[in-house]
């Protein structure tokens, strides 16, 4: 990051977690996720800098939701990085793959076309076997997010895999403990995210976990 950057975090529940716009303290301006705690860290390590840190996270949204907004809530702020997580809705609510896909590419035509400069990271959605979620909600998510790694490689955009990083945290808690209903994440769950997005390029570091064009998250 540069001194006087702006950096976009824009997604669904997971990156709105609660915030409330209408204050003036950033502090709930970004919510109570993953966003928060990493403005938070970047605000105190690196105060000289002046950085401003924004969440356009909506409740529910699906790509297509996204991609509906992305004029007003990420092209005309015209960011320095932006963080995308979304994807999961699209599952829940069985939208067409055809139609998350489309939404997809068209972010990222757009964004490259208005915003070339920008970087751009793609966080891959995730679900743990937790509450209602099936077999088959996740296999269809990993399907979904295979495509989207192929297509951000094809933009030369940064991925990471939050489903990997969720999967390793297994082993150390159940699935309740990072995410309590299998998709919103905990306190635990937000760090796990948070952590991840700290170490990426975007945040002048190597990604811990990045995607080849054939779909396949690497460690």
Not at 81 to 93: E, R, S
Not at 173 to 196: K, R, V
Not at 202 to 218: H, I, N, R
Request: aromatic fraction near 8%.
């Amino acid at each position: 990051m540069n001194p006087g950057d702006k950096i976009l975090f824009i997604g669904d529940s997971i990156t709105d977690a609660f915030r409330r716009p209408e204050e003036i303290n950033n502090a709930f301006q970004l919510g109570a996720g993953y966003a928060f705690l990493v403005a938070s860290h970047f605000l105190l390590s690196r105060p000289e800098c002046r950085l401003t840190f924004v969440n356009r996270g909506i409740s529910g949204n699906t790509m297509a939701s996204i991609l509906s907004r992305w004029e007003e809530d990420c092209l005309a702020l015209s960011p320095d990085a932006i963080c995308l997580l979304a994807g999961v809705n699209d599952t829940l609510q069985a939208r067409p793959l055809e139609e998350t896909m489309s939404a997809y590419r068209s972010i990222l035509a757009r964004t490259m076309e208005k915003l070339p400069a920008t970087r751009t990271v793609l966080m891959e959605p995730y679900l743990v076997k937790a509450g209602t979620i099936t077999t088959g909600q996740m296999a269809d998510l990993a399907a979904r997010c295979k495509v989207m790694r192929r297509v951000a490689c094809e933009f030369g955009i940064t991925t990471l895999s939050l489903q990997n990083i969720f999967n390793n945290a297994l082993a150390s808690a159940p699935a309740e403990y990072w995410a309590y209903d299998g998709i919103h994440a905990t306190a635990a769950g937000a760090a796990l995210i948070a952590s991840g997005l700290k170490s990426l390029e975007v945040f002048q570091s190597k990604p811990p976990l990045m995607a080849g064009c054939d779909g396949e998250a690497t460690a």
